[in-house]
Each structure stands twice: as structure tokens, then as C-alpha cells.
């Protein structure tokens, strides 16, 4: 946190930022941007990035499919409007201006809301934009800087859907377990009570399967599957078996993945469940048979953590600082990431290829930018 | 309702029923079923049935694929196992066992459950199953017998998946709105101050077309279109239009069709507003896209008035009063019917002819038993 910094004659920080001037494959339009920030005054506060992770719904931003947009400015001192990448991180505050108040040299932070462009050394801005972390004592820079997407989606789905009281043998099922939505779910889920029927994707690579569930059961997933398990002809009645005969309930099902595998877990949904949506990797609908719907009350919604923080921003820091909490007391365990680390003489090429890994293939862990020299 | 009775020697109720013993098409299936009823003793009531609608969940109760099964019971005294056929139903009382409070001899029941069967002269029962008519005041026995399931379905729906309190401009869009429930949802909305875009079924002859929009008109529909207006290019900006340039908001979408049709609908509405299944008439599942679910937060709930009933008891019987209310108040019309009249010596293939009339084709006019002289 110490970090040597680099100033201009006139005390200007000199910062650079992985920006787009237009939508389109991050590798055509994403270029390292370099410009220079002034001492923050009035009611600014000048921030260095610490860790900024790269999620794949940064991704469709930048194509332009993505409906939270970037914020397109001249700030940055090039000739047109141009965006940062990225929406979520966490910063140092480096600098505050004489009007500011509750935010000091040294402060963490994240970004209240996304459009912020995190993927960048530094930032000016004002407090508004900002949450300040109360505690950061134990925690990590990667491990506060990836918390507020997340963690905050599994948990506002496991909480805002169910009954925040679950008996003991209450049951969710959730596609994509091994995303990191997934994952906070799985410990998430057992901290509050919950059991879990958890369906990944088959890899070619039958060791590479066998790993995964290996991970998801070391976080306290009590049920892994691949997708053909989960719509094979056996699994009504495996899951009869889970649920001791069906005495014990699921009640509620998480979906990142889209088509005919949502089906397969609203039919073994106890009567009046909910079939949340947060993701569509698949990129099929589902296709919700009348008969679900009406007899058996099962719902189909959709959670957006982006909306439900501009609508709930209070809601949003406490369950941001229960999730932190959390994970200082080894009780939540981040996901695994694959960091790329930024210096200031890192090249543009080696960033920009860290974002574009995130759409090609798997890579095992979450892309993180972790700041070092900048 | 002075119908003379026929009784038999030893003062036995004379009564018929539809009934069947096994599952499949009505007209295969259903037989006039003659037995007789001993004099109310103890807790037990005599009804004698007015009006019974035919409505289309009784075919498919009757065909097997219903999620409500009828009760097979051998008290009509044949054989086998027998259930009645119907649902729906208003019942005079005949007389009381010396046990029964709060019922009296020519008092009006409805029943409080599907599964009665309500296609027959006669029943006796205990007062558990029946909710008693409070004020049967400038009511007819066809206006209160069809009051149960479709209005009540379009009252719920209008009230509990959208504020309690609209705006003055405040649509919901409907397809299939010339149903039943349909025409009950125009109603109560305008009432409760909502517009409304109904989308009926464009009939082979036009003229028929234009006739049900006039009804729906009347009614105090704001907009009718057909289905295929609904789908068509230019419906967004249609809505837009009709919406004072979006301006005025659509919160709720009602859908007794299924299919793509649904999407149309589904993408005109507000953010956060709510789709709501409670048919399948196309019988084609909706296919949700995750965008309109993720980004717009629509979500999809399905409505079945018979589990609600099951749940909420009183708060059934509260809107039961406040249709009938509204029906007196002549601010509630209850829909077309066509009248079967059912008297001592109708004979059985009359009535199974007006059962199968309902699953073949269009009739104009919800079909109804009326009993005459039973």
C-alpha cells in the first residue's frame, strides 16, 4: 500500500486507464489510455486502484450488449468521449480535497454503482460515488475489491426469494454452482441452513469434472452433478432420494445458465418455489410450462444486484459489510482468481489480453487486476 | 325456487346426477345418474342446485388432466366409485339436521372447494364445504352461481400482483379477453382505475371480430386488438402511442394463452411488472427471455383461484361478497351464458351434449345448467 508514486513537475499523478472510445471485442477497442490527474480539491478525492476484477458482464459492456452503460466523458484528456472498463474494484484513497468529510488518506473503498470504470491506476471523483469499507482489518485487496457483485447476488437471492428462516432441511438447486455466484451460494446457503443440489458443466476432461465437484464439496455443497445428470430420466428420483422421499423441500432455484435445464429444476420445486434468474450463459430462454405456473405457483424472476443496489443503497452496504465480515472470520472463502498484475510499466497488450481470456475458453479463476507499482 | 319436489314414499329426495366412473371425454364418460336422498339429519344439509356453469376445467377434469380431481365416492349408491362432474355452483337449502347452525332452509351456498361436483339436482352435505350467500338481494342464481372462479380469478390477480392503488394512469394488457375472466378483469380494473389493452382471437368472419371488441368496448375496455395487431411490427409504437408516449405506465399482464403472443406482451411493460398465467388455451409454453427478466425485472407468476381459496378462506368468501356486491350495484355484469335448462325429466343426452358443446368450437356464451322442476 505503499506504493512509489508517479508525479508530474506540477505534483500531477500520472495514471493510465484500459479505455474504449466504441463498442466492440475488448482486443479491437480497448486501448491503454495515459493522462494526469490534479491534487484533489474541493470536494474530490483522488483514489489508486488496488484490485479491480474483470467480470464477464464487463465484457458485454464493452460489445454494447450490456443495458448498465458506461460512462462515456472527455475527463480522461483524449479528443473524443471515452469509457473505462470495468465495475468493480477496490481503492486506496490517495488524496481528499478540504470539503470532504468520513473519507481520509489511507480509506478503502468500492463503487456504489457500476459504470464507474475500474480498470484503471487511479481516479478522481467525489464521495457520492463511493463506498467507504468501515473494517478493512484482515481482508485483501482482491477479496474486498470482488465482493460487492458476487456475494451480494447469491445473497440477496438466497434471503429475498426464500423464507430468511429455512427450516433445517430446506433445499436450494442452482445451475453454474461453479461460477462465483455459485459458489458464495454454496457456503452462503449453508451458513443460513440451506442444503444444495449443485449442477456444472461437464468438461471433456472427466478429471477436470471430478475436480470441480471436489472444490464445490470442500465449500459445503452436499449434492454436484453435471448438466446430464440433472436432466437425465433418473433425477426426480435421485432427488426423492437426496430429500429424504421428498419430506424435505426445495425451495427455491438459482439460474445462470437458460434452456431446457431450468426445467428440470422447477420440476423438483416444492409448490410455491421461485426460479430466480441472474445470468443466461447458455444464451437459450426458458420456457415455462403453464402448468408449473399455475398449479404448482411456481414463479419466474429475474435479480439484477445492479438495480437492487441503486434502489436499496443502504441495504447494499450492510450486506456488502456482512459478506467482508464474513470472509474475515474464514466463514465465506473467495473464489479462486487468476490475478494480472498492473505496474506502471505494464503494457497495454498484456492487460488487454487478460480481459479478452475472459471470453475465450475457461480459465480456472476469476481475472483480477491486481495493482502493484502504479 | 318453490320447484316442486319428488319425493318418494318414504320422503326420499328424487335426484339425478352427471356422473362418471372413469376418466375421458365427457360424452364417452358421463351418464344421468338417478338415486335418492334421505330426509337431513344430524349435521347433514339438502341442497338443491340452481345454476352450475360448465366450465372448461370441469372437461379437463373429467378427461383426467386436471390437477384437481374430482371426489369418487359410491354415496350416489351405484356400484363403483362415482364422481360428479362440476365445480361451480349456487345451491338452495332444503332443509337442516337438528346439528346445523347458521344455515337455514332457503338460504344460497356456493361450495367452498373444487371437487363438489355441481352437476346435479341434489346434494346433501355438511356445512363445511359450503360458504353461505349473506345477501342474495336483486341477484339471479346464474349471476351468483359464476361468480366464484372468474371473477374472483381477474379480482386477485388486479389486486395482488400489482399496487393496490393505481395511478390514474395506469394500464395492465390481457390476451384471451373475451373469457370469463377476461371480461370480469375490464371491469374491476376500470373500477379500480386502471386502463386496459385486450387482445382477443381474430375470428375467420370479421364481422364477429368487431362484434366481441364492441362488446369489450362496452365493457369499458380502452383498447381491443387481436392477437395478430399484438404481434404485429408496429404494436410498440402503437402502445407508445395509446400510453401518451410511455409516459403512462403498463404494470400488469394477464395470460390465459401462452406462446409467443406472451412476449409481446411481456416486452411493453413497465420495469418490474409482473405476467401472470392462469390458462394455457394455445397450449404453448412462454418462452422467457433472461434479458426482460434480469435487466427489466419481469417476472412470471402463475394464478389458480382454487389454491388460492384453499389458502385464504375468508379473504374468498370477502371477495365473493364484494362481486356479488358489485353485480347488485349493476357495476359488475356477469358474462354471456347459454342456459341448459335441467328439469326432473331432461334426459341425460341433453346435458352431455351441453358438456361436449363446451370443448367443441365457439358458442357465444358461457355454457350454464339452470335447473328447472327437479
Same mark, same amino acid.
Given at each position: 500500500?505503499? +506504493? ?167 433445499? /436450494? ?54 448438466? +446430464? ?5 433418473? /433425477? ?43 445470468? +443466461? ?13 399455475? /398449479? ?65 475458453? /475457461? ?12
Amino acid at each position: 500500500m505503499t +506504493a512509489k508514486r508517479h508525479l508530474s513537475a506540477y505534483g500531477y499523478e500520472q495514471t493510465k486507464a484500459l479505455a474504449f472510445t466504441q463498442y466492440g471485442e475488448p482486443k479491437d477497442v480497448l486501448k491503454l489510455h495515459s493522462h494526469s490527474i490534479p491534487p484533489a480539491s474541493k470536494d474530490l478525492v483522488t483514489l489508486r486502484f488496488l484490485a479491480s476484477p474483470i467480470n464477464p458482464a464487463d465484457i458485454n459492456q464493452i460489445q454494447g450488449v450490456y443495458p448498465s452503460r458506461p460512462t462515456f466523458s472527455t475527463t480522461l484528456g483524449a479528443p473524443e468521449p471515452t469509457a473505462v472498463g470495468g465495475n468493480e474494484g477496490v481503492a486506496e484513497v490517495l488524496s481528499v480535497g478540504g470539503n470532504v468529510k468520513n473519507f481520509s488518506r489511507g480509506d478503502w473503498v468500492v463503487m456504489r454503482l457500476p459504470g464507474f470504470g475500474t480498470w484503471r491506476t487511479h481516479a478522481q471523483t467525489t464521495v457520492e460515488n463511493l463506498v467507504r469499507i468501515t473494517d478493512k482489518t484482515d481482508l485483501s485487496p482482491v477479496q474486498v475489491g470482488t465482493a460487492s457483485i458476487n456475494p451480494c447476488t447469491a445473497y440477496r437471492m438466497l434471503l429475498d426469494f426464500v423464507s430468511p428462516n429455512p427450516d433445517k432441511n430446506d433445499w /436450494f438447486i442452482q445451475n453454474g454452482a461453479n461460477s462465483g455466484v455459485g459458489r458464495a451460494a454454496i457456503q452462503l446457503g449453508k451458513l443460513w441452513g440451506y442444503k444444495s443440489i449443485n449442477i456444472i458443466r461437464a468438461r471433456a476432461d472427466e478429471a477436470e469434472t471430478e475436480r470441480t465437484k471436489n472444490e464445490l464439496l470442500a465449500l459445503g455443497a452436499d449434492i454436484v452433478i453435471t448438466d +446430464a445428470e440433472a436432466q437425465s430420466r433418473e /433425477f426426480r428420483s435421485q432427488v426423492a432420494e437426496w430429500t429424504n422421499g421428498g419430506r424435505e423441500k426445495v425451495r427455491l432455484a438459482l439460474n445462470c445458465v437458460g434452456g431446457p435445464l431450468v426445467n428440470s429444476m422447477a420440476k423438483i420445486l416444492a409448490d410455491s418455489s421461485r426460479v430466480v434468474t441472474y445470468g +443466461a450463459m447458455s444464451r437459450k430462454p426458458v420456457s415455462v410450462p403453464a402448468s408449473l405456473q399455475i /398449479f404448482k405457483d411456481i414463479g419466474f424472476d429475474g435479480f439484477w444486484v445492479s438495480r437492487w443496489a441503486e434502489a436499496h443503497p443502504e441495504q447494499k452496504a450492510k450486506t456488502l459489510e456482512h459478506v467482508l465480515q464474513l470472509t474475515r472470520e474464514k466463514k465465506f472463502v473467495d473464489v479462486p482468481v487468476s490475478e494480472t498484475r498492473w505496474d506502471y510499466e505494464t503494457k497495454g497488450e498484456t492487460l488487454i489480453e487478460a480481459v479478452q481470456g475472459t471470453l475465450d475458453g /475457461f480459465r480456472h479463476g476469476k481475472g483480477v487486476f491486481v495493482f502493484g507499482n502504479t
